[in-house]
């Protein structure tokens, strides 16, 4: 039973450790000449950027990052000046017209509404002070609907990195206690059958008429 649990448990094992996309580029690259970052916007039709989150950015490094539009609305990479600030939701419907006006972007970036990959690109410099600094999409309302996201400089942003993969070494830990424990049930079971069947309580015991005593035979006279 322990070997039939492990043999279960070792495809999920496999599987757990193996997941990812075969053949996506991957979002973020840095060189020695900087940093490119592929992100999307658009996708399924929701008002976001995937990665919405980058972390570790050296303070004034070369960032490229090159938008593919999943949709067919246009967007803007908006990144704000201020250091460790969190626009909030309510009441920022239109960023034109009230914090843009008293807080103009480093980056204000257009993309168009061009469903396909590297629509638009951006070029800048990081900011040279450590913290977090929201980027977001300035088009009327989509700010409001939460498109937005961070850039760390220098910390990391955004919610923490899931735990690594439990592997296999804790399948192969839980199938054997797993088989352990219903090996020990079953032997209980058999050999607890087995003394009560060379044990059994007199019938007297369990409420039955007792048999009638019998004087044992006597041998004739001789």
Do not use: W
């Not at 257009?110 to 999409?137: E, H």
């Not at 032997?187 to 005593?213: D, I, N, Q």
């Amino acid at each position: 039973m322990a070997i039939s649990a492990l043999v279960l448990l070792l495809p999920v094992a496999v599987a757990l450790e193996g997941t990812g996309e075969i053949g996506s580029r991957p979002s973020i690259v840095r060189t020695a000449a900087g940093m490119t970052i592929q992100m999307t916007v658009g996708a399924n039709g929701a008002f976001a950027f995937a990665p919405s989150d980058i972390s570790n950015v050296p303070p004034g490094e070369n960032v490229t990052i090159q938008f593919s539009n999943l949709g067919a609305i246009p967007h803007t990479f908006t990144l704000s000046t201020l250091v460790n600030y969190t626009l909030p939701y309510e009441g920022n419907t239109n960023l034109t017209s009230t914090f843009l006006v008293q807080h103009p972007p480093s980056v204000n970036v257009l993309i168009p509404g061009t469903q396909g990959s590297d629509v638009a690109t951006a070029v800048f410099t990081a900011p040279t002070a450590i913290g977090s600094y929201q980027f977001f999409c300035a088009e009327p309302g989509h700010f409001a609907s939460g498109m937005e996201g961070f850039l760390g400089v220098g910390i990391s942003v955004g919610p923490p990195a899931a735990p690594p993969g439990i592997g296999l070494p804790v399948f192969i830990i839980s199938g054997t206690i797993v088989g352990l424990v219903i090996l020990a049930i079953v032997l209980g079971f058999v050999v607890g059958k087995r003394e009560g069947s060379t044990h059994e309580m007199p019938p007297e015991r369990l409420g039955y008429p007792e048999a009638p005593f019998q004087n044992p035979p006597h041998d004739p006279p001789q």
